[in-house]
């Protein structure tokens, strides 16, 4: 807590003392600050999977839960597998490094372009 970063005239609420089988008493703040806290973390987490995964990793997961996934993420009105992926990359995952182009790219790579774009056809070709 000695080292959270905080802006001038701020200071984090003080801890609840703790007691073995004691009640825990905690306050509207102390959710406020765990919710901060937690946030913090994902935002941390998040960054280190994109570096654990490089971009052929987070192209290959996006592509996957766009179009293979048995909980895919919804598509809003993508006409293209490309467009759908690098969307949801951009919104969702919020990779702002990538371009249509280099999303194709990494997907050739992977050998897997053309499959994303027949799955993308299996389950939109009556809506595009």
């Not at 996006?62 to 597998?81: C, M, Q, V, W």
Request: proline share 4%.
């Amino acid at each position: 807590m000695q080292n959270w970063p905080l802006e001038a005239d701020k200071h984090l609420p003080e801890l609840p003392n703790l007691k073995n089988g004691g009640k825990i008493e905690l306050l509207p703040r102390h959710a406020v600050l765990a919710s901060i806290v937690c946030h913090h973390a994902a935002i941390q987490l998040n960054k280190k999977l994109i570096e654990f995964l490089g971009d052929q990793g987070v192209v290959y997961m996006t592509a996957h839960h766009a179009l293979f996934g048995n909980d895919r993420i919804p598509r809003f009105n993508e006409k293209s597998a490309d467009r759908l992926i690098n969307n949801i990359l951009t919104n969702r995952y919020r990779v702002t490094s990538n371009s249509t182009e280099s999303v194709i790219r990494i997907l050739k790579e992977l050998d897997v372009w053309k499959v994303c774009q027949r799955r993308f056809g299996e389950l939109y070709a009556d809506t595009n």
